[in-house]
């Protein structure tokens, strides 16, 4: 989206997203080896809440809670979907990606977020 200038005329083009804070995709590990998708704009406070029993029910008593993932999306919007798809994989893709194996690359396509 273009917006002009009062004295010359010329285009200025126009970031909606300057300013805003970036969005990460997160996965914790739990202390039952479980996996839990999220995302935040600053994953290290949002393990401390969920640590602290704030936020995510199924988190609370599930400690201690370990980041194996992350990721800068950007935009909450892709963020949201990115978070959407990857509750959807199975447990075996999920760990594919913690992993980082050869695969995860697939993976991150399926995510929308090569």
Known sequence: MARWQRTRLVPIEVNRGAGLPAWWLYVLRTGQDKLYTG????????????????????????????IV????????????????????????????????NPRCSTLLRLLGID
Do not use: F, M, N
Not at 82 to 99: G, N, P
């Open 39 to 66: 995302i935040a704009t600053d994953v290290q406070r949002r393990l401390q809440q969920h640590s602290e029993g704030k936020g995510a029910k199924a988190l609370r008593g599930k400690g201690p809670l370990t």
């Open 69 to 100: 993932y992350r990721r800068r999306i950007g935009a909450h919007g892709l963020a949201l979907r990115a978070e959407k798809r990857l509750k959807q994989l199975s447990r075996a893709d999920k760990d594919a990606l913690v992993a980082r």
